[in-house]
């Protein structure tokens, strides 16, 4: 009877059942269907080169030309493009800037993006770091103006240091000169004199970053399906772990001194980042800006990779142009001159022929083929009604913008003074400094650095540092290419970005 009774109950409750597995099944499958569907209708760049492996692979050694491709055809709207991260990527006009920019970090990420970018699953990166630019904005920045003249100093004698005697025309493989020198004028600000010069901090600070980039873009070209079971065994991202186990075991016990110290004393401590971060802490509770051994290998990487990549671009661009080089260095000469001879800040600002020439590479040779990249966590609609759905991508075509001719006149051609002219037609026409069209500048027009608030807050310390270490060198040194050779070395393109080559000379002699 009982047995009768439960299946008469099963027999009763069976379309309840049966009802509440469809509703959980479409409130399940709803949304992904919808999101396919809005997916499929942006369209595609690239469709006529075939499936989307196929686009994936012209995107690693053709990205630039595709980002050109979708936005001249779709210039005032949005396209999808094959790369090689896990999520669709959909691009858009940099028209939408002004509306993207206002959106909140819980709609539009980019920490999460930049995860996706340096494959953060595989290379274990910590992108997600609060006190950073906390510290690089409200320490860093502001004390610009009084650290210039240390910064300087730096630039002097790590120049000294790495560059030889070149009383006859010496070749020099200026990019490993530049990681050096660079990487000590960093540790200068980041962990004081003290250790800024040791070859175990050096070390650490230069081989974390080429391996950071070396095992990211081995995991790049792998396959998305293929990477949660074989990405973790390449070689390159072993190595990787075992580089940031030697720089930890190297920066513990500096860092724990430091902290030991400050705690015990009662005068102010050294005038450097590592201070800043030390007393910013209890700001930031979370686990990364607690881990300042971790913290400290995140800013090696950030300031040295960057600004070594723009460095490197900036004496190719020299060596090409070496009838250009008196000028800039009449120009440094005369801000000095007015300056007590010292790299103060107002010095910095009146080398506009030099910020131009800067800015100028950086437009021709950009480290990112995009910008204002953001992982959509919360579907939105654009103001012309298109709704950009939750789990993709998007960017904007930053070399694409940089290349235009209805932005910049004769876009394809390397023009050192532009913005210098730009400058100086600004003042003339407005009264107005001309401030969007300097090296650090962002605007819809100039994305190298960003957009909108998370626009990169150490811009305006690397190109402090770019200026000095280019400065000293136009002061001491004639640059030319070798072999008689006058064309600008091209540089190599993957995926996104694009190095100068590494591997590369330029010839020095001293004037």
């Known amino acids: 009877m009982e047995s009768q009774h439960q299946s008469y109950d099963l027999t009763e409750r069976w379309p309840v059942l049966l009802a509440a597995l469809v509703t ?9 269907a919808l999101k396919a569907i809005r997916i499929a209708q942006i369209p595609i760049i690239g469709a006529e080169l075939g499936g989307e492996t196929k686009r994936r692979q012209v995107y690693i050694i053709s990205a630039r030309k595709l980002y050109n491709d979708g936005y001249h055809k779709f210039k005032n709207g949005i396209f999808r493009i094959a790369t090689p991260r896990d999520s669709t990527v959909v691009v858009l006009s940099p028209k939408y800037l002004p509306e993207l920019k206002r959106l909140p970090d819980d709609t539009v990420s980019m920490d999460a993006a930049v995860d996706e970018t340096i494959e953060a699953r595989y290379t274990k990166i910590q992108s997600t770091v609060p006190i950073i630019p906390h510290t690089v904005k409200a320490e ?16 002097r004698d790590a120049m000294a240091l790495e560059l030889p005697s070149c009383v006859d025309w010496t070749s020099v493989n200026i990019h490993s000169k530049l990681l050096r020198i660079v990487a ?19 070390d650490s600070a230069i081989n ?18 293929l990477r949660p079971f074989f990405a973790s065994r390449l070689p390159e991202i072993k190595k990787l772990e075992q580089r940031k186990k030697i720089a930890r075991e190297f920066l513990k016990p500096m860092i724990d001194a430091r902290k030991q110290a400050a705690a015990s004393s009662t005068t102010d401590g050294p005038d450097d980042m590592l201070q800043w971060l030390i007393e910013n802490q209890p700001k930031f509770p979370d686990t990364h800006s607690q881990n300042l051994v971790d913290v400290q290998l995140g800013l090696s990487f950030a300031a040295i990779h960057t600004t070594v990549l723009v460095a490197t671009n900036v004496f190719y ?8 080089m008196p000028e800039l260095r009449q120009e440094i000469t005369e801000a000095l001159a007015k300056n007590g001879g010292v790299f103060t800040s107002q010095a910095l600002q009146a080398m506009t022929k030099l910020d131009s020439f800067l800015k100028e590479t950086l437009r021709m040779y950009p480290a990112t083929m995009a910008s204002f990249q953001r992982k959509v966590l919360r579907s939105f609609t654009l103001s012309d009604g298109r709704v950009i759905p939750a789990g993709v991508i998007i960017e904007v075509p930053a070399v694409a913008v940089s290349s235009d001719p209805e932005v910049f006149d004769n876009a394809d051609t390397y023009d050192p003074l532009r913005f210098h002219k ?11 400094s001309g401030a969007l069209n300097q090296f650090v500048s962002v605007s819809a027009n100039s994305l190298n650095f960003g ?5 990169c807050p150490g811009r305006f310390f690397a190109a402090n540092e770019i200026k000095m270490i280019l400065a000293n060198a136009l002061m001491k040194y004639d640059l030319k290419l070798p072999d008689g050779e006058t064309e600008r070395y091209p540089n190599m393109e993957f995926a996104h970005m694009s190095i100068p080559d590494p591997h590369k000379q330029i010839m020095l002699k001293e004037l």
């Open 422 to 432: 730009m400058r100086q037609q600004t003042k003339e026409t407005s009264n107005e």
């Open 317 to 324: 661009s020299a060596a090409a142009l070496p009838s250009l």
């Open 451 to 455: 957009y909108g608030r998370h626009a």
């Open 184 to 202: 000590m004028v960093s540790g200068r600000i980041f962990i004081g004199a003290k250790l800024c010069r040791d070859e175990a901090y050096l």
């Open 24 to 32: 959980l099944t479409v409130a399940f499958a709803y949304p992904q």
């Open 140 to 155: 860093l920045t502001p004390a610009l103006v009084r650290l210039n003249p240390t910064i300087a100093q730096e630039v």
């Open 208 to 225: 974390y970053t080429i391996e950071v980039m070396t095992a990211q873009r081995a995991v790049v070209r792998m396959h998305p399906w």
